[in-house]
């Protein structure tokens, strides 16, 4: 009988710390940008801002200023920059 209650203890004591845990990282969930990777290539960018590739090689040809990366001849796009350069607004003014 007190093992058992120990064990609702514990189980309780647990419930307790991962519910305060929880409640903690409800309003402010952190970094929602982990689980993508840091850089990703030019020909695989179309996979993550879930356009198709000729809107992709579009959107590169008509806003040449979204910021990038270029190594060894290969360009290179951070996906924190491009979601944040994507969602101004002010990106997408018509230009005199």
């Not at 179309?46 to 590169?60: A, F, I, P, R, S």
Request: aromatic fraction near 14%; proline fraction near 4%; glycine fraction near 8%.
């Amino acid at each position: 009988m007190e093992i058992s209650l120990l064990w609702v203890g514990l189980g309780l004591a647990a419930l307790g710390y991962f519910i305060g845990e929880g409640l903690k990282h409800f309003k402010n969930p952190g970094n929602s940008f982990a689980d993508y990777p840091v850089l990703i290539k030019e020909t695989d960018l179309h996979n993550y801002v879930g356009l198709k590739l000729n809107e992709v090689e579009e959107l590169l040809r008509k806003y040449p200023d979204i910021p990038s990366i270029e190594l060894k001849g290969t360009r290179y796009y951070q996906y924190h920059h491009v979601y944040e350069w994507l969602s101004a607004k002010e990106n997408f003014k018509q230009r005199a």
